[in-house]
């Protein structure tokens, strides 16, 4: 049985810092034979923002049709689900937020209308990745995506403990990131760990 990884490479600037950051992560997991990866970027991708109608707490589905009518079910199917974005005002860009947002069918599913996001068995089996680049050097330059991304991660189904962080600062400009001294074995070291823990979660 495959493996199945969903990346969203969220930079509104294409083959930017955080897409590399991300492309070195899917390339060490692509050497695993058992992984299959898909990869989306977001400029791409047609998701609008979230109308903020609430319809989806009555309905279980947005009232938008736009790219998300094929993403809804790729989340809900990928056993790794890969944020990728760069810190754009403290915060994650707005092609990333735009995704996140309209995450919220999902937490209408869960919290409102009480049905499950993801079938009994697989829960507690998903993991998710966030990756992020700031040109910042500044320590807390990241406090303020985090929990964007926990909350995007909490209503699919993957938990706090299920989330693992790659994030560099201090890499301003296209390319910098890979003149920084550990980005690309950390990177790489990560997409390995990743592997690694979903097949024993998965039984492979």
Not at 145 to 161: G, M, T
Not at 180 to 185: E, K, L, N, S
Request: glycine share 6%.
């Amino acid at each position: 049985m495959p493996i199945k990884i969903l990346a969203f490479a969220g930079s509104p600037r294409r083959h930017g810092n955080s897409e590399i950051l991300l492309d070195w992560v899917l390339a060490s997991m692509s050497e695993d034979q058992d992984i299959r990866i898909e990869k989306i970027a977001l400029t791409e991708a047609d998701i609008n923002p979230c109308r903020g109608c609430n319809a989806c707490e009555t309905l279980n589905k947005c009232v938008q049709r736009d790219g998300m009518d094929i993403y809804h079910d790729k989340i809900i199917e990928a056993d790794g689900i890969i944020l990728s974005s760069p810190i754009y005002c403290m915060g994650l860009a707005a092609q990333v937020k735009a995704l996140v947002d309209r995450a919220q069918v999902f937490r209408s599913r869960k919290y409102v209308l009480k049905l499950p996001v993801v079938p009994p068995e697989r829960k507690g089996k998903r993991l998710g990745v966030f990756l992020s680049t700031a040109g910042q050097k500044w320590s807390y330059v990241f406090d303020a995506a985090i929990p964007s991304v926990k909350c995007f991660y909490h209503v699919i189904d993957i938990r706090d403990a299920d989330i693992r962080y790659l994030m560099i600062n201090g890499v301003d400009e296209k390319g910098a990131i890979e003149h920084h001294p550990t980005a690309q074995a950390d990177a790489a070291n990560l997409g390995k760990e990743t592997v690694h823990e979903l097949k024993k979660r998965l039984g492979l």
